[in-house]
């Protein structure tokens, strides 16, 4: 097991290399670095001055080895526009879009599980029809457009929920939250919904082809066949074999709902790192950019290796293999 | 492509040459197979319509949206089936410009298809070029060329597009570029996975030993029977670039003010929204929607008509 | 063995018909089939892949699957008839005083849950014990069924065990609540010939020893003839011979059982070509009006085109066919 994790961890690190490449390359070799990082307001001398003392008359492999260096030791740059570290800025934002992530992909579960084991177990019924109808459009509509239906149903024309910001925070462990009061809830509960939308097709879809490919499978017969229940044969028997794949995908997907977020982000200006991102390539603020692509791959690393492991904390067949 | 289906095309077989046999037939088969399904009818139809609404905008456009001179700023957010200025009806009232909406989606309508079908034109060729190659050359290239497609994959499209947008800057053009090094991994894969079933059927060999040269091998011989899967990936990979392009104008990264896509007209109204002036960011959506769902439609049936494998 | 008899047999299924109702038409998989087993007896249920002798298994279960249905005839569980229960009244029987057995131990058992989680729903699902009490049974039980050191076992999944262990523990899940009739489905179909030997062996040690009737499920003529009472042979949905084994297997009437037996490789003498019935199972779906066998079969006459009636035509022997195959026919036969 120790092995497998070291050469998880290895490969991650490579993929993590590789990623700094291309956003070195991109960054620096594609756009002008000059432009990239150092300030616009900046005169000749001073922009030569920056320029020596960046190192970007070195040769472009010595140029990325000191990037990386700095990058190793949590140096990513200051941002031009609030002239605070890059990595501070995001680091800061995060814990609202991990919030928000979080909560869309709990809503996921929590609403596409049961529709997607109803429309399994009934494939034939009118509801399973409706169900899977309006998973297609889950996956056809636009996250941003459905935001603004959202806006404009429940935040215009009825004035249930507030439309933008996070509203009433709390702080835990130096980092603000706010599904932790009710005025917080309130304002996460249309951009939640809004970003699990198409995570909520992708797991009525899943959950239904499992359940349909499960049921047929002898063990659940003779699961019946034992005289147990049917509520027992579908929560534990079925159950359990369907949420190896709903689980891994659904948190294979987190990253992409990270990133997705800054879609949901936008529309409901919620203040977390997707609107910072956005924010950061309208002004140029490249810093901040590279500092939120590094970041963003690293997370996708994590998950990645985080799914893996429970992955085989859900299959004791895969447990074996790794042993 | 079987003996016994050739008498269907209803002309002496002489007289046909060789390669319109070959595809006629399962052609004629596919196109009967292909309307059998009502939706996929109609989302054909609809997507057809859209179509044809896009190249003729600048005849049946009640308005040309760019030509500063019909705007007439008096006529700014009008509510749907007002009477303008101009002496004709807004059927789906007007932007802040006073831009006549139903003009503003028929034209924004050409950019997002334009958009769309280019670049996943352009990423169909990339990835099933780079996907035969791999599939033909195997070894060394084979795993260079899948290793980028997984890496590709991994990443979500928004995120890998934001960050070439974001090392290019904005434009047209850039937009395109970016759906491209999003999607072509799809074609890639979709390729190379049909290519190795198929470079070990009979007919490749055969070919080979008649040494042919390799790039008629693999564009005459190979190719044409990897298209079934393609074509498929190629239709709903549009609905996705369309879908893409119109999240990244929304976000202010897209297509110039110049040429509003129906991202951009929706992200136009998002700021009247609030006080309640709808339509100008709902219409542009609705467009937006039946597009997309019209190429799912269509795209859902074709897995099914072209290849029961892809089916789950 | 056959000196026990018992007064009321344990099952009696009459002119059972289990019909499923697809887009496509209806298929009769099981029509019209009729056998008894009493205490402590094994009866043989053979027949082709296709014949409906797996559907007759899961009707007496009462798991026939949409779009299947019992639409006639009765399943008489000590008179009480199973046809007319109660989803709940069928799962407090199943598992309970009907147990069944499957064909392939690889798919039996849940992979994602471990053999005491199995083990100890199965004992909760009927009788109110505690956990550490179900756990002790399920120990017991896998200790009879041959499973060395149960209480390790008990603890891993179905994926450490072979095929072989994998049915032995099934088989154990069907004893738990010690069954008045185990329904085994081609149990041992899936295994080695040395591991089959075993567990047929004990199979038939266990029934013997508790009082067990089983239904035994197979295409293996062989297994039937060392294991068996009583045979039941199946064509496309019906018995079309029953009758004690050694009789059966010594003289067939049916000229489908004579077939069928003739195509047992060891009874062929070598450098002879093996035997083989003509045809195939036809489609259940368009069956021949009378007698479904009638197109593969060499005795077939004008009369076969009407239903056939299944009756007794010797003591003791029940066959559907216009043309037995009495001694006198018996050289021709072969």
Same mark, same amino acid.
């Given at each position: 097991m120790s092995l497998y994790l070291l050469r998880r961890l290895l490969q991650a690190a490579l993929v993590m290399l590789a990623m700094s490449v291309i956003v070195f390359v991109g960054v620096y070799a594609i756009g002008d670095p000059v432009e990239i990082l150092i300030s616009p307001d900046a005169d000749q001398m001073e922009r030569e001055r920056a320029i020596k003392a960046l190192g970007l008359d070195l040769p472009l492999w010595m140029q990325y080895l000191s990037f990386l260096g700095n990058a190793l030791r949590g140096d990513l740059g200051r941002s031009f526009v609030f002239n605070e570290p890059a990595l501070q800025l995001i680091l800061q934002r995060m814990p609202a879009t991990l919030e928000l992530a979080f909560g869309a992909t709990i809503m996921a579960l929590i609403i596409g599980i049961p529709l997607g084991l109803y429309a399994g177990l009934k494939p034939k019924s009118f509801g399973a029809k409706c169900i899977m109808t309006g998973s297609i459009l889950g996956f056809s509509l636009p996250t941003f457009w459905v935001g603004l239906m959202l806006i404009m149903v429940f935040a215009v024309q009825l004035g249930w929920l507030p439309s933008t910001g996070r509203g009433e925070t709390v702080d835990v462990m130096g980092m603000r939250w706010s599904f932790l009061t009710w005025d917080g809830l309130r304002h996460l509960a249309m951009p939640a919904l809004n970003l699990a939308l198409f995570k909520i097709s992708l797991v009525i879809r899943l959950t239904r082809a499992g359940v349909r490919e499960t049921m047929l499978m002898d063990f659940v017969k003779f699961a019946r066949a034992k005289g147990l229940t049917n509520r027992r044969v579908i929560s534990v028997h079925v159950f359990k074999n369907i949420m190896i794949p709903v689980v891994t995908v659904v948190g294979l997907e987190l990253g992409s709902t990270i990133a997705f977020s800054v879609v949901t982000e936008s529309v409901f200006a919620w203040p977390g790192m997707g609107k910072l991102i956005i924010d950061s390539i309208n002004v140029l603020d490249r810093p901040v950019i590279v500092a939120y692509l590094m970041i963003i791959v690293l997370m996708f690393i994590t998950i990645n290796l985080l799914v893996d492991l429970s992955y085989s904390a859900l299959d004791p067949r895969v447990r074996l293999e790794n042993k | 492509m079987s003996a016994s289906s050739l008498p269907k095309t209803g002309l002496p077989a002489a007289a046909v040459p060789e390669v319109a046999l070959k595809v006629e037939t399962p052609f004629r088969r596919f196109v009967s197979e292909f309307f059998e399904s009502k939706t996929a009818t109609v989302g054909l139809i609809v997507f057809v319509s859209l179509v044809l609404i896009a190249l003729l905008a600048p005849f049946i456009a009640p308005q040309n949206p760019y030509d500063l001179a019909q705007l007439d700023i008096m006529d700014g957010r009008m509510e749907p089936g007002t /009477?303008? *200025?101009?002496?004709? $009806?807004?059927?789906?009232? $007007? #932007? #802040?410009?006073?831009? #006549?909406?139903?003009?503003?989606? @028929?034209? *924004?309508?050409?950019?997002?298809? $334009?958009? *769309?079908?280019g670049s996943a034109f352009i990423a169909c060729m990339v990835g099933a070029s780079l996907g035969l190659l791999a599939a033909y050359a195997g070894g060394r290239t084979d795993s260079v060329i899948m290793r980028l497609v997984d890496l590709q994959l991994s990443f979500p499209s928004i995120l890998a597009a934001l960050m070439i947008l974001a090392f290019l800057g904005k434009g047209i053009t850039n937009v395109v570029l970016a759906l491209v090094i999003v999607e072509w991994a799809y074609y890639a894969r979709? /390729?190379?996975? $049909?290519?190795?079933?198929?470079? &070990? &059927?009979?007919?490749?060999?055969?070919?080979?030993?008649?040494?042919?040269?390799?790039?008629? /091998?693999?564009? &005459?011989?190979?190719?044409?029977?990897? @298209?079934?899967?393609?074509? /498929?990936? *190629?239709?709903?990979?549009?609905?996705?670039?369309?879908a893409l392009e119109a999240t990244l104008s929304f976000l202010g990264l897209g297509v110039p003010i110049t040429e509003p896509s129906l991202g951009l007209l929706i992200s136009n109204g998002y700021e009247y929204m609030l006080s309640g002036k709808y339509w100008i960011s709902f219409y542009p959506g609705i467009a937006l929607l039946v597009t997309i769902v019209s190429i799912n439609l269509v795209g859902d049936h074709l897995r099914d008509v072209l290849n029961p494998r892809l089916k789950k | 063995m056959t000196a026990l008899t018992a007064a009321a047999p344990t099952l009696e299924v009459r002119n059972l018909q289990t019909h499923f109702f697809t887009r496509a038409g209806v298929v009769k998989a099981v029509d019209d089939v009729s056998f008894s087993v009493g205490r402590g007896k094994v !009866?043989?249920? %053979?027949?082709?892949? +296709?014949?409906?002798?797996? %559907?007759?298994?899961?009707?007496? !279960?009462?798991?026939?699957?949409?779009?299947?249905?019992? %639409?006639?005839?009765?399943? !008489?569980?000590? +008179?009480?008839?199973?046809?007319?229960?109660?989803?709940?009244?069928m799962r407090q029987l199943r598992g309970n005083r009907i147990a069944m057995i499957f064909q392939d131990p690889m798919m039996t058992l849940n992979p994602v849950l471990r053999i005491d989680t199995q083990m100890i729903e199965t004992v909760q699902a009927h009788t109110k014990v505690s956990k550490e009490e179900a756990r002790q049974r399920a120990r017991d039980t896998l200790g009879m069924v041959g499973i060395p050191s149960p209480d390790e076992r008990l603890k891993s999944y179905p994926h450490q065990f072979s095929g072989g262990m994998r049915q032995r523990v099934a088989i154990a899940i069907a004893l738990l609540h010690r069954p008045e009739l185990i329904v085994a489905d081609e149990p041992t179909t899936a295994l080695d010939v040395t591991i089959q030997a075993q567990i047929l062996a004990e199979v038939q040690k266990l029934c013997a020893e508790t009082g067990t009737a089983m239904i035994w499920i197979t295409h293996d003529l062989s297994v039937v003839a060392g294991l068996a009472d009583d045979i039941a042979v199946m064509y496309a949905g019906k018995v079309v011979e029953k009758g004690e084994v050694a009789p059966v297997l010594d003289m067939p009437l049916h000229p489908y059982t004579a077939g069928l037996i003739g195509s047992v490789p060891s009874r062929n003498k070598r450098g002879e070509p093996l035997k083989q019935i003509p045809g195939m199972t036809p489609n259940v779906m368009r069956l021949p009006p009378g007698c479904a066998f009638r197109t593969r079969c060499a005795y077939a006459t004008e009369v076969c085109k009407q239903e056939v009636p299944f009756g007794e035509v010797a003591p003791g022997r029940e066959v559907r066919c216009f043309h037995p195959l009495f001694p006198a026919k018996q050289g021709e036969a072969a």
């Open positions: - | /009477v303008g *200025g101009a002496g004709f $009806t807004y059927f789906l009232g $007007t #932007d #802040d410009q006073g831009r #006549d909406m139903l003009s503003g989606i @028929m034209y *924004g309508l050409r950019i997002s298809l $334009t958009v *769309g079908i979709t /390729v190379r996975g $049909t290519a190795l079933v198929e470079r &070990r &059927r009979e007919y490749i060999e055969a070919a080979q030993c008649l040494a042919l040269p390799t790039h008629r /091998v693999i564009f &005459r011989h190979l190719l044409p029977n990897c @298209m079934p899967p393609l074509i /498929v990936v *190629g239709t709903m990979q549009i609905a996705r670039a369309i | !009866l043989g249920l %053979v027949g082709e892949s +296709g014949s409906g002798k797996t %559907v007759t298994g899961f009707s007496i !279960l009462g798991l026939v699957d949409e779009p299947g249905r019992i %639409v006639g005839g009765s399943i !008489l569980f000590h +008179g009480q008839d199973l046809a007319k229960q109660s989803e709940e009244q």
